[in-house]
């Protein structure tokens, strides 16, 4: 039996363009290997000033609502060994609950939709408002369906051209964490794929980067 893994997460570098209004993330050293004080060992220490909606980033449910769970206190069974369904939207600007067939496939499964934006990701595209986003009833089935986390591939899982956001609203308010600005979502399945994605368990935060990674056994 042979696995195949699916890097779902972009990289972060130093400058990189992010969410629109939002500061880059800036990469610098704090200790370089000339400053080390170990003689039989030089070493270097770097630090890393961003904002929590840097890369392909998760949103907690505090993000949108104050009792709502942090980033660390995300269940694990969200975010862990999770079963994928790959919703295939490219294309499509704004979409619609009719992708996403019959709702009882989607229980419990992390439900991953691949709009085909990521092509753009760097370029001043990717940050406009002609993104792909999901209609609010899509959320609402989402809900109903009792998915477990919901991921995007596009800027954002709202259209960021209106001053709503009903995806963000649905889902954090149940409880359901929301995975923004993914990648190489054209590489997995549809359905036989299984999911890890965990940011750093860092109290108070409402979103956070993290490594998002899908696998096949074949």
């Known amino acids: 039996m042979s696995r195949v893994i699916v890097e779902l997460s972009h990289p972060i570098s130093d400058g990189m363009l992010t969410c629109p209004g939002l500061p880059a993330p800036r990469v610098t050293t704090v200790v370089s290997r000339e400053q080390s004080p170990l003689v039989d060992m030089a070493y270097d220490i770097a630090r890393v000033d961003m904002v929590g909606n840097t ?59 691949h709009t085909g934006w990521s092509a753009r990701w760097g370029s001043p595209a990717y940050r406009g408002p002609e993104h792909p986003f999901l209609v609010g009833e899509v959320a609402e089935a989402l809900v109903a369906a009792n998915v477990a986390v919901v991921g995007i591939d596009s800027l954002d899982v709202d259209d960021t051209s209106m001053p709503t956001r009903p995806c963000h609203h649905a889902l954090l308010g149940a409880g359901i964490p929301i995975i923004e600005q993914m990648t190489n979502l054209d590489a997995v399945p549809g359905i036989g794929a299984r999911l890890v994605a965990l940011p750093a368990p860092i109290r108070g935060m409402r979103s956070f980067p993290l490594r998002a990674v899908a696998w096949t056994d074949h």
């Open 55 to 113: 890369g392909t980033y998760i949103d907690a449910p505090l993000h949108f609502h104050v009792d709502g769970a942090d980033i660390a206190e995300l269940p694990l069974e969200r975010l862990f060994n999770v079963p994928i369904v790959v919703i295939r939207a490219a294309g499509t600007r704004a979409v619609g609950p009719d992708v996403l067939g019959d709702p009882a496939r989607l229980w419990g499964k992390a439900v991953l939709v």
